[in-house]
Structures are given as C-alpha cells and as structure tokens.
C-alpha cells in the first residue's frame, strides 16, 4: 500500500462513514480497484487498515458532539443497550459475515436493494419535530437491533440506524444525531477486535505502515467532520431519496460490469 492508496481510501471512509452509502461497500471497492485484495502480501493489511483509520472518524463525532457525552448515565445506558446487539450478532455468524467482506457481487446487490428502500424511507417516517418521541430504552435496543442488519457488506450502518431512529419516532436530525453517537462504540469495538486478530496472527507493523495508519486516521477524521456537517444539512432538508438513487447507480454499475465479465480487483 502507498500513501496515494492510504489516502484515496481515508478520504472514501471519512466521506462514507456517515453518510447512508455503506463505507465498508465503498472501501471493499475501492481496495479492489487498486488491486489492493489481490495482493496477498497487502490484503491482510488493507483488512486491518480499513478497520482501523474508522478510529478517526470516531474522533470526529466526539469533537462534534462532545457535549452529549458528559450527559446523564441514562444516555450511556441507552448507548450501551443499542450497541450490545452488534456484537452478538457478529459473533453467532461470524464467518458468513467475515466470508461476505470478500465478496463485492454481496456489496452491489446490497447497494441497489437498500437504494430502493431509502427511495421511500422519506414517505414511510415523516416525523415533525412536535411529534417527536422521547428516546428510550426500548426504542434505543430497536435501534441497535436495526444496527446488526449492517453487518452484511452494502447495508450501510448509518442507513440501518438512521431508519431504526426514524421508526422509533424520531426525527430525521435526531435519528442522525443518535446514529453518529453509535459508532463511537460500535467502531471501537470494532477496530480494537480487529487490531488483537491482526496481531494474534503474528503480524507486525512495519515503520512505513504505522505511518500510513496515522495519516489515514488524520484524513478520515478531517474528512468526517466535513462529512457529518454536511450530511446532517442536508438529510434534514431533502431526505434520503439522492442517496437512494447514487446507491442503485453503484451497484448497478458493479454488477453491469461483473456480467460482462470485465474484471476490476476482485470483482
């Protein structure tokens, strides 16, 4: 991997970590684009190198809402009763999971079937701010249980949560709000697992690697605060259906592309 590849895919995570397009779909594609997943001496690496600059975009949301996180022990409570889903979930079916993170025909058709959902997410919960619901405990562990349907490549965890919020009677902004605070937890669960499976398996890092990891965490964060800024803006004033739309075009693009048996990486 070179710091032209670092970059690309830190500016990929830090744009789609929190927008509804799925991060881990887009950077499953770019990796296979620049032939990183093809290479055996980079693949395990890139895997872990993934996983890990999501450390600065959970940076950018505790810059950004760091007054939520001095609140009451009841919003910790609720973050830790959405969170706790993700986990069991991943670990009772682990290796279908892991088995889809290498498989970009999974992330395509994943991008296209929740593009369509998210064309009509704005007519199905259209939640004023007066009628929004207090969150609460139940509401927080729907939202976590929406959050475990993410895991498959393509889903989108914002996009998963976001909805989850909007079905528990939340607001557009509050549902985003709640789903950025998610990934704070989720993410470093996350990265912490795969930095002890990367270095069980008896790898190292080289200086030039730990290099790269820092400038990755670097863009990711930079590129997340400008990303959920954005994102919040938007999503509150027009809604899910431009996403919808961009998710469909991927995938049809990808799967167009794989029938014609034009070869990018992996695909």
């Known amino acids: 991997m070179t710091i032209v590849h670092a970059l690309i895919l830190a500016i990929i995570e830090g744009l789609t970590e929190f927008l509804p397009v799925s991060s ?12 990183l997943m093809q290479d055996d001496t980079t693949k395990e ?9 999501q450390f600065g975009c959970i940076l950018s949301v505790m810059v950004l809402y ?28 682990k290796k279908s999971i892991d088995g889809f993170l290498e498989n970009a025909i999974t992330v395509a ?16 919960f259209d939640v004023k701010e007066h009628e929004e ?18 895991m498959i490549p393509g889903v989108s965890r914002s996009a998963a949560t976001i909805i989850g919020g909007l079905s528990q ?27 002890y499976k990367y270095i069980d398996s008896g790898a190292s890092f080289e200086a030039t690697q730990v290099h790269l990891l820092l400038l990755g965490n670097v863009v990711a964060f930079l590129v ?12 509150t004033k027009y809604g899910f259906k431009l996403f919808g739309y961009y998710r469909i075009a991927i995938g049809l693009t990808i799967l167009i592309l794989h029938f014609l048996g034009i070869q990018l990486g992996m695909l």
């Open 45 to 53: 690496f890139t895997k872990f190198f993934v996983v890990s600059i």
């Open 224 to 235: 997340g605060v400008l990303a959920i800024q954005y994102f919040i803006g938007y999503l």
């Open 133 to 150: 619901e207090p969150l609460s405990n139940k509401k927080a562990l729907m939202i976590g249980l929406f959050q475990t349907v993410s």
């Open 24 to 35: 881990t779909g887009h950077l499953i594609i770019g990796s296979s684009i620049m032939g």
């Open 169 to 195: 009677k939340l607001t557009r902004k509050r549902a985003a709000e709640f789903s950025f605070i998610l990934a704070v937890p989720t993410i470093f669960a996350a990265s912490i697992y795969k930095l």
């Open 66 to 93: 760091w007054k939520d996180f001095i609140l009451s022990f009841k919003f910790y409570l609720q973050l830790l009763i959405a969170f706790i889903p993700a986990p069991i979930f991943y670990f009772l079916f």
């Open 109 to 124: 058709v994943s991008l296209v079937l929740g593009g369509i959902v998210l064309l009509f997410v704005d007519k199905w």
